[in-house]
Nanobody, 119 residues
């Protein structure tokens, strides 16, 4: 399963960006999808996650500013990021798990997209 992210870039503090991540391959069903980020010198951390049923979970640092959503028909997950802060600067990675058509489980990561917030 391949995950392709898009939408990163450079934005000023207070601005907005929308990340997208599309999954492709021999997918039977996608379970949870999520966004993680990794800043230089720091560990990768969960930003937001969403189940196939639409239940969401957010890191405390992004609650009220970021919104995760998904389009199951397109196997795509989105992350709307508002009121961005310099500390949101990181490489953002998409993650998804689920079931392949051959009956095996999968767990995949995207290649990452850079988000840079200037002060």
């Amino acid at each position: 399963v391949q995950l392709v992210e898009s939408g990163g870039g450079l934005v000023q503090a207070g601005g907005s960006l929308r990340l997208s991540c599309a999954a492709s391959g021999s997918i039977f069903r996608i379970g949870a999808m999520g966004w993680y980020r990794q800043a230089p010198g720091k560990q990768r951390e969960l930003v937001a996650a969403i189940t196939s049923g639409g239940s969401t979970n957010y890191a405390d640092s992004v609650k009220g500013r970021f919104t995760i959503s998904r389009d199951n028909a397109k196997n795509t997950v989105y992350l709307q990021m508002n009121s961005l802060k310099p500390e949101d600067t990181a490489v953002y990675y998409c993650n998804a798990d689920g079931l392949l058509r051959i009956g095996r489980k999968f767990g995949s990561w995207g290649q990452g997209t850079q988000v840079t917030v200037s002060s």
